[in-house]
Each structure stands twice: as structure tokens, then as C-alpha cells.
């Protein structure tokens, strides 16, 4: 069955209207990746400037002292994680 102009013009303006939403889309979300990219970037230098300015120790590269810092941080994380629960434990008795 032959399709009516009608239907065949409104087929051509949906297509038209999707794609130059599709293209908006793109352009916006490409825009909103470059700033994140960029603000990030600037981020992680401001980071690893602080760090190897006051956070590294002698012969430590910035990303050995970001490693060690971690691994601190997960320390006294569980220490106090322990020490809540030994807590709780003392309350029970």
C-alpha cells in the first residue's frame, strides 16, 4: 500500500527533528566531557603538587606517597571499624 504525502512529509520532519536533536545532544554532552576533563586534569595537578610539596618523604615519588597514604587510611579505618565493634562488644557484657 502506497504511503500518502502526508504521512511521507510527516516521516521526513520526525527524521529531520530527531536528527538535529541528536546533533544538540552530542555538542552539549561533548562540551560537558571536555570541561570535566578539564576541571579534573587541573584537580589532579593541584593534587600531586600538594603532595609532593608537603606529603612525600625522602625519595618518594608523588605516586608511591599517594599508595602509602591510602594504605594508611584503610589502616585506621579498620582500627576505628575495630574499635566501634570492641565497643559494642564491652556494652553486651
Known amino acids: 500500500m502506497a504511503k500518502s ?5 510527516n516521516e521526513k520532519v520526525a527524521s529531520a527533528v530527531v536528527g538535529g536533536y541528536k546533533k ?11 570541561i570535566e576533563d578539564g576541571v579534573t586534569g587541573a584537580f ?24 602509602r ?7 585506621r579505618e579498620a582500627a576505628a571499624k575495630a574499635g566501634v565493634e ?5 556494652e553486651k557484657h
Open 69 to 75: 597514604l591510602h594504605e594508611e587510611k584503610l589502616q
Open 44 to 67: 589532579k595537578k593541584m593534587e600531586d603538587g600538594f603532595v609532593d610539596k608537603f606529603l612525600t618523604r625522602e625519595g618518594e615519588t608523588v605516586e608511591d606517597a599517594e599508595k
Open 5 to 9: 504525502k502526508l504521512v511521507q512529509a
Open 24 to 34: 544538540i545532544e552530542e555538542g552539549v554532552v561533548g562540551g560537558y566531557k571536555k
Open 86 to 90: 570492641a565497643g559494642k562488644n564491652a
